[in-house]
């Protein structure tokens, strides 16, 4: 008698492998069969509450008014129409947050623009209703405009000459309290303000740490939101590239 187990086993080797699909992120497009409802301030918010929630298996943003759907089917079966205007956006349980200081480069951009710095790139994409991120050039002042978050517009990572925000973003940090260790130079300057002019001048760095007892200059090539790890006194601060050097 032949072993039903071997049988079984050879039975299902034939069988082809079907691998869990992966998320479907910032899908433009609207349902109707949600669960729960929540007003929220961003789609990092949105994303967030849906992965607190055991139920919830997607979840849909609209930036204008701020409502937050929350649905117990994924993205390919709560999505029933589509959305070309930027109106409603999906995403699958397991997509990443907000992205922001991103050193990348990207290239399915839908407008590009000359500006001045990231703060008035971020403020350009915020004023376009399709954007979903941005990209800065600090050497040239390009900005390129995304209908995609960073994670799906990014096509290559780049040493800090290109820089992605999402949508969402908070703004710049300057003169904030803190502590980081990812530096990737060291400088010391008489004044914060030598210091911040210092990263202005350097294509990599995008935030600095000083030092006031040793005048001490820390640079890093990410943006403080993710180069400051821990609280400090008073006596390390962090400044983003772009703050002014008035402050």
């Known amino acids: 008698m032949k072993n039903p187990i071997i049988l079984t086993a050879i039975f299902l080797l034939g069988l082809p492998l079907t691998l869990a699909a992966p998320p479907q992120c910032g899908i433009p497009g609207d349902g109707s069969t949600s669960y729960r409802t929540t007003n929220l301030r961003s789609a990092s918010e949105c994303i967030h509450t849906c992965e607190s929630e055991a139920r919830c298996l997607s979840s849909e943003f609209r930036p204008s008014n701020g409502n937050c ?22 995403n699958d349980k397991g997509c990443p947050w907000l992205q922001c200081g991103l050193s990348a480069d990207g290239s399915d951009f839908h407008d590009t623009k000359i500006v001045r710095s990231t703060a008035e790139c971020q403020a350009a994409c915020k004023d376009d209703t399709a954007c979903r991120s941005s990209e800065f050039r ?5 900005c390129w405009l995304y209908k995609k978050p960073v994670f799906a517009a990014k096509t290559k ?11 969402d973003c908070p703004p710049l940090q300057c003169w904030v309290a803190g502590d980081g260790t990812a530096y990737y130079t060291m400088k010391t300057f008489g004044s914060a303000k030598d210091c911040l002019h210092a990263c202005k001048e350097d294509i990599r760095c995008l935030s600095v740490e000083y030092g006031k007892p040793s ?7 990410q943006t403080v939101a993710v180069a400051r790890t ?18």
Not at 138 to 142: A, I, Q, S, V
Not at 215 to 221: P, S, V
Not at 239 to 247: G, P, V, W
């Open 69 to 90: 759907w929350l649905y117990d089917k994924p993205v390919a079966q709560a999505k029933t129409r589509e959305d070309t205007t930027g109106t409603y956006v999906f």
């Open 138 to 142: 600090y050497d040239n002042g390009k």
């Open 157 to 167: 990572d780049k040493d800090g000459t290109h820089v992605f925000y999402d949508r």
């Open 215 to 221: 005048g001490k200059c820390w640079f890093y090539d």
């Open 230 to 247: 821990k609280d400090a006194r008073d006596d390390w601060i962090f400044f983003d590239k772009d703050c002014s050097l008035e402050a």
